[in-house]
């Protein structure tokens, strides 16, 4: 009787504790996240100011709404190295037919359109063309940045509406509109990827590309749909950054890709593929802005801040290393 009461806890705890452990494992980023804010709050009191708050959610909308879509290129095994000049060249060309509030809708409009061709490209020479996406997103990276050059003949195209700069900034209810973008646009990335046929195909290919095509999805299909989605919202984000600065700048965007991919990465998108989410990439983006407007505050030197995203980059695929040999 005594063995089987035993028996019986045992059984009763384990669940628990697997249940408990998992949660843990699944919340890691967001735990790191709070002791950021922890740590920081006490270092710095101007840092649980609201303003500051908001300003630091405000910062990282840009790169977390390009992260979406690194996120999905990633979970393919894929990645795009091409959303920073993608954020130039949607920033000139938008601005260039943004000069009145009539043609609002147009300008917004081609730009989304120009992103999503840059990213129809990338899909398309990849999965068709079976060049590695390094290498076709790479190509991506420097005609973009050149094409931005040419378009607007390396000048800032400025003199842009009042409605156009609303967007990047513009209030609502005290809340700056990009924040709102973001927020609104995460919820229709995460359902797509969640809740329909198109995101299931999407880590399937990344879990098992060779058991994609032998249970009948379209690969090449797919991989152009997901590249062509990272390159519309490369481009939103390129229309809220241009707005922001008042400016299409042929310059603007460098790196961009690097802090869109550490997000992903960051945020628990595993870089073996078919695994990923776009709430731990919005807190990846949120833990590289929390870190950067904290050191800012601390005065620490913009060359220490690049050594330590470095680290925490490194030290997030190791750890993604680490699960996946688990």
């Known amino acids: 009787m005594l063995n089987l009461k035993v028996d019986t806890e045992k059984n009763g705890t384990q669940p628990v504790l697997n249940v408990a452990k998992n949660i843990l494992i699944k919340s890691e980023t967001l735990i790191i996240l709070l002791v950021m804010v922890i740590i920081l709050s006490i270092l710095s009191p101007t840092f649980l100011h609201p303003q500051n708050l908001i300003n630091v959610v405000r910062q990282i909308s840009v790169i ?40 609002l809708l147009l300008a917004i409009l081609i730009g989304l359109f120009t992103g999503a061709f840059a990213g129809f490209i990338n899909g398309s020479i990849s999965a068709l063309g079976k060049i590695p ?71 399937a290919i990344g879990g098992n590309t060779q058991a994609a095509v032998v249970s009948g999805i379209n690969v090449e299909r797919t991989l152009i749909y997901v590249y062509s989605l990272a390159g519309l919202l490369a481009g939103l984000g390129g229309i809220i950054l241009t707005s922001r600065l008042d400016a299409g700048q042929p310059t603007s965007g460098v790196g961009y890709e690097l802090d869109a991919i550490a997000s992903a990465v960051i945020g628990g998108t595993s870089l073996s593929g078919g695994i990923g989410t776009i709430g731990g990439t919005m807190i990846g983006a949120l833990i590289i802005g929390v870190l950067n407007n904290g050191l800012d505050l601390l005065n620490v030197s913009p060359y220490w801040q690049q050594i330590l995203k470095g680290v925490i980059i490194v030290g997030a695929v190791l750890l993604d290393k680490i699960k996946n040999k688990k």
């Open 133 to 203: 996406p390094f290498i076709a997103t790479l190509g991506m990276y420097t005609a973009a940045r050149g094409a931005a050059l040419i378009f607007s003949d390396g000048r800032p195209v400025t003199d842009l509406s009042h409605g156009f700069e609303f967007i990047g900034g513009g209030y609502i209810l005290g809340i700056p509109c990009p924040i709102y973008i973001m927020i609104v646009t995460g919820v229709l990335v995460h359902i797509l990827l969640k809740h329909t046929k198109f995101g299931k195909h999407v880590y």
């Open 64 to 103: 977390a709404i390009i992260a979406m879509g690194s996120t999905m290129a990633i979970i393919t095994t894929g990645i795009d190295l091409s959303p920073g000049s993608v954020v130039a060249l949607v920033g000139v060309v938008t601005a260039t037919y943004a000069h009145s509030d009539s043609q």
